[in-house]
């Protein structure tokens, strides 16, 4: 009698452990799963115009070595330029004409087509971020 009553709180001991677990699984929701995709909000905002590109951080910290680059159509290099860093919640408008391609041309939208912007830049705690939209106008 004393075998089956130990083998019984052990099998007993092995369910309740195993609905415990399961339990607190389901219990926890998904992480932005609030009537959203589940997505993780983007990091930096882009907005263009035919003027300017206005970047925003929306990081929660204040985000450094920002690089926007204008990729035009076709295969000619980018045109770029950098921030040293933005605030927590800053909004930054720059001109088309302070991007530069690598041999110092200003971007020009007469002449060069823009495809996309890609925006990079590092938080000051070493996360990477980087957004590219496609070009809106």
């Known amino acids: 009698m004393k075998l089956s009553l130990s083998h019984s709180l052990t099998a007993s001991l092995i369910?309740?452990?195993?609905?415990?677990?399961?339990?607190?699984?389901?219990?926890?929701?998904e992480a932005g799963a609030l009537g959203t995709s589940g997505a993780e909000p983007s990091a930096i905002a882009l907005e263009t115009s035919s003027q300017s590109i206005t970047v925003t951080n929306n990081a929660g910290k204040p985000i450094e070595d920002v690089r926007v680059a204008i990729h035009p159509l076709g295969s000619a290099p980018p045109y770029t330029s950098t921030l040293r860093r933005l605030e927590n919640g800053e909004k930054r408008e720059l001109s088309l004409a302070q991007f530069r391609s690598n041999d110092g041309t200003t971007f020009n939208s007469r002449f060069a087509r823009a495809k996309q912007v890609t925006v990079t830049a590092t938080d000051i705690v070493g996360k990477k971020h980087e957004l590219t939209?496609?070009?809106?106008?």
């Open 15 to 29: 369910v309740a452990s195993w609905l415990l677990s399961a339990c607190a699984a389901a219990s926890n929701p």
């Open 133 to 137: 939209k496609a070009w809106a106008h």
